[in-house]
Nanobody, 124 residues
Framework: QVQLVESGGGLVQAGGSLRLSCAASGRTVSSYDMGWFRQAPGKRRERVATISWSGGITYYGDSVKGRFTCSRDNAKNTLYLQMNSLKPEDTAVYYC?????????????????WGQGTQVTVSS
């Protein structure tokens, strides 16, 4: 079983930056594809960024391209999301997720493990 714990969320002004971390425990996730999702109040959970097990392939949602960077350190069993030029519309709970079977898809159902989420609030 894998446990995922996010950290790094908080309140920031528009234009600011935050770095989210997701620490995995229970077993190594070095062979798992991982990703960041977010859910704003009243909206569906959406994929923000995903990264392959090796870190060589990444995907970004259109709304965050050029502003967010997803990376991982398999030696530390940790996933990161660097968020720059934050906008009020980035306000949401951000979730870390991992999938046992690697693949290019981004459907929520394809991810086996989820963290509890960390709140990101961007003020205008």
């Amino acid at each position: 079983q894998v446990q995922l714990v996010e950290s790094g969320g908080g309140l920031v002004q528009a234009g600011g930056s935050l770095r989210l971390s997701c620490a995995a425990s229970g077993r190594t996730v070095s062979s798992y594809d991982m990703g960041w999702f977010r859910q704003a109040p009243g909206k569906r959970r959406e994929r923000v960024a995903t990264i392959s097990w090796s870190g060589g392939i990444t995907y970004y949602g259109d709304s965050v391209k050029g502003r967010f960077t997803c990376s991982r350190d398999n030696a530390k069993n940790t996933l990161y999301l660097q968020m720059n030029s934050l906008k009020p519309e980035d306000t949401a709970v951000y979730y870390c997720a991992a999938r046992r079977v690697p693949g290019p898809g981004g459907r929520i159902s394809e991810y086996d493990y989820w963290g509890q989420g960390t709140q990101v609030t961007v003020s205008s």
